[in-house]
């Protein structure tokens, strides 16, 4: 999904401080993790910043009809300086990626990394399901040829259902390494996102990564991007249990640093 994004700058004069005004239109439907729960990732960002950022409704009927229409909101930003402003805005589009919003600098607006990329790579994920389905008939195969005395017939499904389950086992690697590929495009040595993986690929791309830091006697952070759990279900986050653990036994240091992402220090 991809929702472009509008601006306009002017200056006003607050208590004889002159100040620079910097309007966006962003989608809704991002507002809540610009906010964040009680306000706290807004505030964290005017504090970084030293600009202050609100959102606002448009004042006129049609200005409000209009952003209602193309599912928008108004996001006031108002700081000293360019720069600060600027400050701002990178802090608003790190904050949305770990959210799983990327914002293409090319195109002026935001896009899904999840959904663009599965639409890419749905025709593994169709192969993957099939090899699955494929797998499941061999085995529930096989266990009926057993339980009906058929040894023979139920050792052929059995070989033949592994045989599935190895297929379908290279389709989600070569599915997890094009997703890696598309998502960390752009992205530097010290930043990693492991968003839309499954958990033990996942897992294999940090340590792959940790060992490339080790290698070369890295002394950087590594930023590590695991979402913030919002395509995981009613069970919550799935890989940032999982890379934390690793990184406690591993003895890596590390910090949180908001809610879909990790800091480890090495």
Known sequence: MNINYHHNNKTINNNNTQLIE????????????????????IRGIEEL????ASI?????????????????????????????????????KSLL????WKFNEKQNNFFELLSEAQQLFSELEKKIEQEANEMANCFEESKKA???GNGALAKHKSEEGKKHQ???????????????????????????????QYTNFALEFLKERVELFRKKNIKKELQIIVGAGNHSGKHGAKIKPLVINYLINEKISYKETNLGQLSAQF
Do not use: R
Not at 97 to 100: I, M, Q, V
């Open 49 to 52: 910043s030293g600009c202050k």
């Open 97 to 100: 990626l770990e959210y799983g």
């Open 166 to 196: 190895q297929q379908m086992q290279l389709y989600q690697k070569e599915s997890a390494q094009k997703m890696f590929q598309y998502i960390n495009s752009g992205n530097d040595i010290t930043i990693i996102d492991l968003h839309g």
């Open 22 to 41: 910097k309007v966006y239109t962003i989608p809704n439907n991002l507002v809540k993790y610009i906010i964040g729960p009680q306000g706290k990732h």
């Open 146 to 148: 057993y339980n009906k």
């Open 56 to 92: 606002i409704e448009q004042k006129s009927q049609l200005q409000q009809q209009q952003l209602q229409n193309n599912n928008l909101a108004k996001l006031t930003i108002k700081g000293q300086t360019q720069i600060e402003i600027e400050n701002a805005w990178n802090a608003i």
